[in-house]
Protein backbone atom coordinates (compact mmCIF):
# COMPACT_ATOMS: atom_id res chain seq x y z
CA UNK A 1 0.00 0.00 0.00
CA UNK A 2 1.57 3.34 -0.99
CA UNK A 3 1.86 5.57 1.90
CA UNK A 4 3.24 9.36 2.26
CA UNK A 5 3.73 10.63 5.88
CA UNK A 6 5.01 14.20 6.27
CA UNK A 7 6.30 15.49 9.49
CA UNK A 8 8.83 18.39 11.00
CA UNK A 9 5.83 20.70 11.48
CA UNK A 10 5.86 22.69 14.22
CA UNK A 11 5.98 26.58 16.17
CA UNK A 12 8.80 28.55 14.67
CA UNK A 13 9.15 32.42 15.29
CA UNK A 14 9.50 34.37 11.91
CA UNK A 15 12.66 34.69 10.64
CA UNK A 16 13.30 30.62 11.50
CA UNK A 17 13.80 27.69 9.58
CA UNK A 18 11.82 24.31 9.64
CA UNK A 19 12.27 21.01 7.77
CA UNK A 20 9.52 19.00 6.66
CA UNK A 21 10.33 15.60 5.86
CA UNK A 22 7.86 13.16 3.02
CA UNK A 23 8.60 9.97 3.55
CA UNK A 24 6.93 6.92 1.26
CA UNK A 25 6.15 3.37 1.97
CA UNK A 26 5.39 0.80 -0.22
CA UNK A 27 7.27 2.31 -3.44
CA UNK A 28 10.02 3.86 -4.47
CA UNK A 29 10.09 7.79 -4.48
CA UNK A 30 12.63 7.81 -6.89
CA UNK A 31 10.57 6.93 -9.50
CA UNK A 32 7.94 9.81 -8.33
CA UNK A 33 7.80 13.48 -9.03
CA UNK A 34 7.20 14.82 -5.25
CA UNK A 35 5.29 18.03 -4.79
CA UNK A 36 4.77 20.23 -1.74
CA UNK A 37 1.27 22.14 -1.00
CA UNK A 38 -0.21 23.93 1.78
CA UNK A 39 -3.37 25.21 2.64
CA UNK A 40 -4.12 27.71 5.57
CA UNK A 41 -7.31 28.15 7.15
CA UNK A 42 -10.40 29.68 4.97
CA UNK A 43 -7.92 29.83 1.90
CA UNK A 44 -7.33 27.39 -1.18
CA UNK A 45 -4.72 25.04 -1.53
CA UNK A 46 -1.75 25.75 -3.15
CA UNK A 47 1.26 24.47 -4.67
CA UNK A 48 4.87 25.27 -2.94
CA UNK A 49 7.48 23.26 -4.78
CA UNK A 50 7.86 19.80 -6.53
CA UNK A 51 10.61 18.04 -8.00
CA UNK A 52 10.71 15.30 -10.71
CA UNK A 53 11.34 11.80 -10.82
CA UNK A 54 14.69 9.74 -11.32
CA UNK A 55 16.90 13.04 -11.47
CA UNK A 56 14.17 15.51 -12.85
CA UNK A 57 13.91 19.70 -12.35
CA UNK A 58 12.75 20.83 -9.18
CA UNK A 59 9.70 23.75 -9.59
CA UNK A 60 8.55 26.65 -6.88
CA UNK A 61 6.10 29.17 -6.59
CA UNK A 62 6.91 32.79 -6.46
CA UNK A 63 6.27 33.33 -2.80
CA UNK A 64 8.97 30.92 -1.69
CA UNK A 65 11.64 31.08 -4.28
CA UNK A 66 14.92 31.88 -2.16
CA UNK A 67 13.34 30.57 0.46
CA UNK A 68 12.42 27.18 0.66
CA UNK A 69 14.48 24.05 -1.13
CA UNK A 70 13.06 20.56 -1.74
CA UNK A 71 15.65 17.88 -1.84
CA UNK A 72 15.25 14.00 -2.16
CA UNK A 73 17.40 10.98 -0.39
CA UNK A 74 16.58 7.87 -2.18
CA UNK A 75 18.83 5.66 0.22
CA UNK A 76 16.00 7.23 2.95
CA UNK A 77 13.04 7.17 0.84
CA UNK A 78 12.05 10.65 1.89
CA UNK A 79 12.04 13.86 0.53
CA UNK A 80 12.38 17.56 2.22
CA UNK A 81 11.37 20.82 2.13
CA UNK A 82 14.06 23.25 3.58
CA UNK A 83 12.02 26.30 4.92
CA UNK A 84 14.22 29.30 5.78
CA UNK A 85 13.62 32.89 6.89
CA UNK A 86 10.15 31.66 7.93
CA UNK A 87 6.78 34.43 7.50
CA UNK A 88 3.97 34.13 9.25
CA UNK A 89 1.85 34.25 5.90
CA UNK A 90 3.71 30.82 5.20
CA UNK A 91 1.88 29.05 8.11
CA UNK A 92 -0.39 26.19 6.84
CA UNK A 93 -1.40 22.86 7.03
CA UNK A 94 2.06 21.24 4.57
CA UNK A 95 1.08 18.25 2.62
CA UNK A 96 2.87 16.28 0.21
CA UNK A 97 1.97 14.19 -2.85
CA UNK A 98 3.55 12.07 -5.87
CA UNK A 99 3.12 11.12 -8.78
CA UNK A 100 4.84 8.35 -10.89
CA UNK A 101 7.31 8.77 -13.35
CA UNK A 102 7.02 12.40 -14.02
CA UNK A 103 10.44 14.00 -14.69
CA UNK A 104 9.40 17.24 -15.46
CA UNK A 105 7.08 18.70 -12.44
CA UNK A 106 4.85 21.05 -12.54
CA UNK A 107 2.37 22.47 -9.19
CA UNK A 108 -0.32 21.73 -11.32
CA UNK A 109 -0.02 18.56 -12.05
CA UNK A 110 -3.00 15.75 -11.12
CA UNK A 111 -1.11 14.18 -8.14
CA UNK A 112 -2.27 10.63 -7.37
CA UNK A 113 -1.23 9.88 -3.85
CA UNK A 114 -1.58 12.40 -0.88
CA UNK A 115 -0.19 12.54 2.77
CA UNK A 116 -2.03 14.32 5.68
CA UNK A 117 -0.32 16.52 6.26
CA UNK A 118 1.72 18.80 9.10
CA UNK A 119 1.00 21.57 10.54
CA UNK A 120 3.46 24.20 10.07
CA UNK A 121 2.99 27.66 12.37
CA UNK A 122 4.95 31.03 12.37
CA UNK A 123 4.20 33.46 15.08
CA UNK A 124 5.92 35.46 17.42
Known amino acids: QLQLVESGGGLVQPGGSLRLSCAASGFSLDWYAIGWFRQAPGKEREGVSCIGAAGGNTNYADSVKGRFTISRDNAKNTVYLQMNSLKPEDTAYYYC?????????????????WGKGTLVTVSS
Open 97 to 113: AAVARLRLCVLRTPWDY
